[in-house]
Nanobody
Framework: VYLVEYGGGLEQAGGSLRLSCVTSARTDRRFWTSWFRQAPGKQREFVAAIWWGSDSARYAESVEGRFTISRNNATNTVYLQMSNLKPEDTAVYYC???????????????WGQGTQVTVSS
C-alpha cells in the first residue's frame, strides 16, 4: 500500500488549503485513512480520520469546525479541507491507513511522505 500527499504550501492566517492523499489500497474494502501532523520539536499528532465504509469521520478537538475530511472512492483520494488556518497549524501533514480507528500513530502501518503546511501570522 502506498499513499501520496499533495497540496501543502504557505498560507496566511485565516486562509484555506486543501490537502489530498491518494492511496493504492482497495477502497472497496473497509479501512480508515487519517491525517496526522508534526510540528518541529513536537510529537506527531492525530488530526482527522475517515472510514471508507461510510462517511463516518473523527476530528481532533483543535481542528473541529475548521477542518473537514472527505473521500472520493472513484479516485481513491482522501481530502483535508482546512479553513480559518492558524499559525499553530503549521506542520508537516501525513496521511496514513489502518484497519482500525485509532488516534495513535502506532496503529497505522502505512504512511505517506508528508506535505508541508506553513501558516503565517
Amino acid at each position: 500500500v502506498y499513499l501520496v500527499e499533495y497540496g501543502g504550501g504557505l498560507e496566511q492566517a485565516g486562509g484555506s488549503l486543501r490537502l489530498s492523499c491518494v492511496t493504492s489500497a482497495r477502497t472497496d474494502r473497509r479501512f480508515w485513512t487519517s491525517w496526522f501532523r508534526q510540528a518541529p520539536g513536537k510529537q506527531r499528532e492525530f488530526v482527522a480520520a475517515i472510514w471508507w465504509g461510510s462517511d463516518s469521520a473523527r476530528y481532533a478537538e483543535s481542528v473541529e469546525g475548521r477542518f473537514t475530511i472527505s473521500r472520493n472512492n472513484a479516485t481513491n483520494t482522501v481530502y483535508l479541507q482546512m479553513s480559518n488556518l492558524k499559525p499553530e497549524d503549521t506542520a508537516v501533514y501525513y496521511c496514513a491507513t489502518s484497519l482500525e480507528y485509532s488516534r495513535s500513530r502506532r496503529a497505522y502501518p502505512y504512511w505517506g511522505q508528508g506535505t508541508q503546511v506553513t501558516v503565517s501570522s
